[in-house]
């Protein structure tokens, strides 16, 4: 009889925590992700990997992911019409809702117009800024950037 109470309990905390684990799946799914992912790099193999990790995102949460790339310092030839090598890549993740923006900063340093940038780029007053402005606001950080 003993064995059998034991037995029995040993069933519903199998079955509960397989529940608990399923609920918590759903629930990780269904939630909205935010991701702010900082680049401030002119290394185009960061770039690269940048746009794929974003691809990777997209694969986990197709319907619960918003991804905001704030480019900066270094890695704005990125969004540079005539230097870009990432145009098509960046149309095609813009249409999927991403939004890439452009330190008007760092423009000014660079000697980049609005004009300059290719028309997916969203300028903001500061890339710093921005990146700590999500992040105030709940969403999460990824430094973009290879070793």
């Known amino acids: 009889m003993k064995n059998i ?13 397989t529940s608990l684990s399923a609920q918590n799946t759903t629930n990780s799914t269904a ?11 002119a290394d185009t193999i960061a770039w ?24 900066h310092g270094m890695a704005l030839d990125l969004l540079v019409a005539a230097k870009t090598p990432m145009a098509k890549e960046i149309t095609e993740l813009t249409k ?12 000014r340093n660079h000697h980049i117009l609005k004009t300059d940038l290719i028309i997916e780029a969203i300028p903001v007053p500061s890339g710093v800024a921005e990146v700590i402005l999500k992040q105030e606001l709940g969403w999460s950080y990824l430094k973009a950037g290879v070793n």
């Open 48 to 71: 690269a990997a940048t746009m794929g990790n974003i691809k990777n995102l997209q694969k986990v949460w197709p319907e619960h992911l918003t991804v905001e790339v704030v480019v």
């Open 31 to 41: 939630k909205e992700h935010k991701i702010v992912i900082q680049l401030n790099t």
């Open 96 to 107: 999927l809702g991403v939004n890439f923006m452009a330190c008007e900063n760092s423009m």
């Open 5 to 17: 109470k034991v037995s029995i309990l040993l069933v519903l905390a199998f079955l509960i925590s």
